[in-house]
Nanobody, 124 residues
């Protein structure tokens, strides 16, 4: 059984940083494409970052480029999302996801396994 469990969310002031973690069990994060998604109140779920398994290629939504970094730690089977220079518009529930494919994607339909989500609230 595959499980993904996020942690590290919370309340942060604009301009601040947070690091989200996603501990994965039941599959090897080094062998699957991994993505981070978010869903703001009243909006649909959108992909913000993804990484391919073979070459560690990373891809980001335009609005987070230069501020967010996705990474993985194979030995800990954990995925991270480092978020810097946070803006109120980044407020959302964040989800990590794993795909049965190996190539990065920001498309919701390309992912097979999802975490339960964690709230990030950027507010002064």
């Amino acid at each position: 059984q595959v499980q993904l469990v996020e942690s590290g969310g919370g309340l942060v002031q604009p301009g601040g940083s947070l690091r989200l973690s996603c501990v994965v069990s039941g599959l090897a994060v080094d062998s699957h494409a991994i993505g981070w998604f978010r869903q703001a109140p009243g909006k649909g779920r959108e992909g913000v970052a993804s990484t391919s398994s073979e070459d560690d290629y990373t891809y980001y939504k335009d609005s987070v480029k230069g501020r967010f970094t996705i990474s993985r730690h194979g030995a800990k089977n954990t995925v991270f999302l480092q978020m810097n220079s946070l803006e109120p518009e980044d407020t959302a529930v964040y989800y990590c996801a794993a795909s049965n494919d190996i190539i990065w994607s920001l498309a919701f339909a390309d992912y097979n396994y999802w975490g339960q989500g964690i709230l990030v609230n950027v507010s002064s």
